[in-house]
């Protein structure tokens, strides 16, 4: 049985910075390639960062240069470490593990930045 176990959201002051941490199990998780999503209220569901099987990572035009996505296949753990956080980055933030096209999804953390 896949899970993603996403941790570390919660409310920051914009400017401010969280890392997120999503710990996957029932995968060889070194053979997949990992992924972040956010879904803000009332819109469609977006990619934010991912990194391959062999760590090349790949960024959202709006989190480039704020936000870096690492792995750590020992720990079977995906890393997404935002800095800079502005109020439209509040979203829900969800992990992906992908293979072959198909894909499975974590539950989700919240991520509010706001004053």
């Known amino acids: 049985q896949v899970q993603l176990v996403e941790s570390g959201g919660g409310l920051v002051q914009p400017g401010g910075s969280l890392r997120l941490s999503c710990a996957a199990s029932?995968?060889?998780?070194?053979?997949?390639?990992m992924g972040w999503y956010r879904q803000a209220p009332g819109k469609q569901r977006e990619l934010v960062a991912t990194?391959?099987?062999?760590?090349?990572?790949n960024y959202a035009d709006s989190v480039k240069g704020r936000f870096t996505i690492s792995r750590d296949n020992a720990e079977n753990t995906v890393y997404l470490q935002m800095n800079t956080l502005k109020p439209e980055d509040t979203a829900v933030y969800y992990c992906?593990?992908?293979?072959?096209?198909?894909?499975?999804w974590g539950q989700g953390t919240q991520v509010t930045v706001s004053s």
């Open positions: 029932g995968i060889i998780f070194s053979s997949y390639h």
């Open positions: 990194i391959s099987n062999n760590g090349r990572p």
């Open positions: 992906n593990a992908e293979r072959y096209g198909l894909g499975h």
